[in-house]
C-alpha cells in the first residue's frame, strides 16, 4: 500500500504497479485517458487534514480517512485480461493517432521484455501486461 496527497501521484503510482485499467463501483471502465479527464477535474480538491489517497499494490485508488484500514475504495483494476487488453490497445491506437507528426516508429524490440508477448508497432507500454515497452 502507498498512500500520496494528490490523485495525479495515486495514478503514477497505479501505473507504476502496471495497472492501466480501472472500474467503478458502478462497473464504468476508465483508460489512462479517462482517468486523466476524471482527475483534471478534481485536482483543485484538496483532501481534508488527516486524509490521503491509497493505492494498492494492484493498482486500486481510494481516500484514507486518517487510518491504514479505514478505505474508501473509488477505483479497482480491471482483472479480466481481455477487457485490459482491449482498452489499453485502443489508447495506444489513439495515442499513436494523435501525435503530431505522427509517423510509424521503428520498433527494435518486437516483444515485451517483461511478459514476452508481441508489441504493437510504435507502443509505449505493452499491450498484455502492461509494462513500459
Not at 11 to 37: K, P, Q, R
Not at 51 to 68: D, K, L, Q, R
Not at 80 to 92: G, H, L, S, T, W
Request: aromatic letters at 12%; charged letters at 20%.
Amino acid at each position: 500500500m502507498e498512500y500520496v496527497q494528490t490523485v495525479k501521484e495515486a495514478l503514477v503510482v497505479a501505473m507504476e504497479n502496471n495497472c492501466f485499467v480501472w472500474t467503478d463501483f458502478e462497473g464504468t471502465i476508465f483508460d489512462v485517458e479517462a482517468m486523466l479527464s476524471l482527475l483534471k477535474a478534481v485536482e483543485t480538491k484538496t483532501l481534508p487534514k488527516d486524509h490521503y489517497f491509497a493505492v494498492s499494490i494492484e493498482g486500486a485508488i481510494g481516500i484514507a480517512n486518517g487510518y491504514e484500514f479505514d478505505i474508501d475504495w473509488l477505483f479497482y483494476p480491471v482483472l479480466d485480461e481481455n477487457v485490459r487488453q482491449k482498452y489499453i490497445e485502443a489508447f495506444n491506437h489513439r495515442i499513436k493517432e494523435s501525435a503530431p507528426g505522427a509517423q510509424p516508429q521503428r520498433q527494435t524490440n518486437n516483444f515485451c521484455s517483461y511478459c514476452g508477448n508481441q508489441l504493437l508497432p510504435g507502443a509505449k507500454f505493452c499491450s498484455s501486461c502492461g509494462a513500459k515497452a
